[in-house]
């Protein structure tokens, strides 16, 4: 890090007055966590040679008890101011930290810094002589006026009554007379959508504060306030800290209005379920390696053709990463507009990567979109592993085979074997076991210590899913 860049970032935070400093990091699953530095305590001293404040067997999936001592090195280009609703009576600022182990005597990164791995994905793609990769997640997510668990959660296993509640002026069960029908929302109007006002308030403060360019905002398709929030693309580990802001601020910002946010793929039956589409494109200094105009079918190049097949031959290793959650395989199911299949189309939603159609062909424009992963991803893990999977394409020259233009959902077992057609896990399990069958195309970047300490977890997570009896189950099966 440049002493100017230091100079400038220590005389920002003294000439914008700001009193705390929020140190930001995630850990493994992408879950947020902030250590808070009066203005007054923080020096040169600690952009050049960190903050030794790090107890790691504290942070889920980072170190044991015996072990856990690592160092915060805040980055200085990241310094943000935070909006006056994450604390009305101080001016804050957050600035990310990069983390940073020892061993032995030699300081090094630490294997499970999410910004880390980006940055060694960024170098395993310069390798094959690419400058950079541009990514453009779609932000969904559903803002409910609140939501409610009976009992409280870490009573449930001594009480016989568990359940829960959402409540939504625009529910199809509420009362009022804003309410939707089921995928009914889509480019809803006021006064049935009745969350413009906040979606407007989250994207100016995405701008003002975070220097966000916002492309567009509308209801999405499920009743009961999904939103949809569009970003201009960026590089890797830029978009990836957005992502991260972004998602923190929405949540901040429905509490404000009293209501709660919730980035859940699937809490509604029956209706559609939150997506984080990832647009995506790989260049060469200025040239979008993704493009050739002499190709009639896509627009694509033979190198965009061998990076769609890495990341359909990895499609089931990758939704361990990409979809992580129980609930997440509630979403990837038939007739909701989730990809099933594991294949590639043309403006094709229900193919597991789309190329959006452009009306004015350009270089630039060219990009895939792979619609699989939800926004209970880590985005740094996510962006990392498709590269890494779209790199290992090129590398195998994989065909991916023609792209399939007929909805998934309907094709019969003979077009299916026809295409090719494979399926998507269909639980979190199914995906787990396929990362731990087909992690290589990640092991220069990804360590078998975090794979091993990611799927164990992950895997404890799914048995508890697994042993628990649900509310449909009782309602379905206590009279047999």
Request: charged share 25%; aromatic share 10%; proline share 5%.
């Amino acid at each position: 890090m440049s002493e100017a860049l230091i100079d400038k970032t220590i005389l920002q935070i003294q000439q914008k007055k700001f009193e705390y400093i929020e140190l930001w990091f995630v850990d493994i699953f992408g879950e947020l966590h902030a250590l808070n530095i009066p203005s007054y305590s923080l020096g040169e001293e600690h952009f050049r040679y960190g903050l030794q404040k790090l107890d790691a067997s504290s942070i889920r999936g980072f170190k044991s008890v015996d072990d856990s001592d690592l160092l915060l090195m805040p980055d200085a280009s990241t310094l943000r101011e935070l909006p006056t609703y994450y604390d009305e009576s101080r001016k804050t600022a957050r600035i990310f930290v990069d983390i940073y182990d020892k061993k032995g005597s030699e300081v090094c990164r630490f294997n499970k810094d999410s910004r880390g791995i980006v940055r060694k994905a960024q170098s395993e793609m310069e390798k094959l002589g690419f400058t950079q990769t541009r990514f453009g997640p779609e932000i969904e997510f559903f803002v409910f006026d609140s939501i409610r668990l009976f009992p409280a959660a870490n009573s449930m296993w001594s009480s016989g009554t568990v359940g829960y509640s959402i409540k939504s002026v625009e529910a199809p069960w509420s009362q009022e007379n804003t309410s939707l029908d089921p995928k009914d929302g889509y480019y809803t109007a006021k006064p049935k959508d009745t969350l413009d006002t906040i979606r407007k308030d989250i994207c100016d403060d995405i701008h003002r504060y975070f220097g966000v360019n916002v492309e567009a905002h509308h209801h999405e398709v499920a009743s009961s306030g999904q939103c949809e929030i569009n970003i201009r693309h960026d590089q890797m580990l830029p978009m990836a800290d957005m992502i991260i802001s972004i998602k923190n601020l929405i949540k901040m910002k429905a509490r404000h209005y009293g209501k709660v946010a919730t980035f859940m793929p699937k809490p509604i039956y029956g209706d559609n379920a939150s997506a984080m589409h990832i647009h995506h494109s790989v260049f060469a200094d200025s040239q979008n390696v993704f493009y050739d105009q002499n190709d009639t079918v896509a627009g694509l190049s033979q190198t965009a053709r061998y990076y769609i097949g890495g990341i359909l031959d990895h499609a089931p290793a990758l939704s361990a990463i990409a979809n992580p959650t129980t609930n997440s395989y509630k979403r990837l199911v038939p007739g909701y507009e989730a990809p099933v299949g594991i294949c590639w189309g043309l403006s094709n939603r229900t193919a597991a990567i789309r190329i959006p159609k452009t009306f004015n062909e350009s270089s630039a424009s060219k990009r895939i979109e792979y619609r699989v992963p939800d926004p209970t991803a880590n985005i740094y893990l996510l962006e990392s592993a498709i590269l890494l999977a779209g790199i290992d394409g090129i590398k195998r020259k994989i065909d991916p085979g023609s792209p399939v233009e007929e909805s998934v959902y309907a094709m019969t077992p003979q077009k299916l074997r026809e295409h090719n057609v494979r399926f998507l896990p269909s639980s979190l399990k199914e995906s787990l076991d396929a990362l731990c069958s087909d992690s290589g195309f990640l092991s220069q970047v990804f360590t078998d210590e975090f794979l091993d300490t990611y799927c164990s977890l992950k895997y404890k997570e799914y048995s508890l899913f697994a042993q628990t009896p649900t509310v449909w189950e009782i309602a379905k099966y206590s009279d047999m």
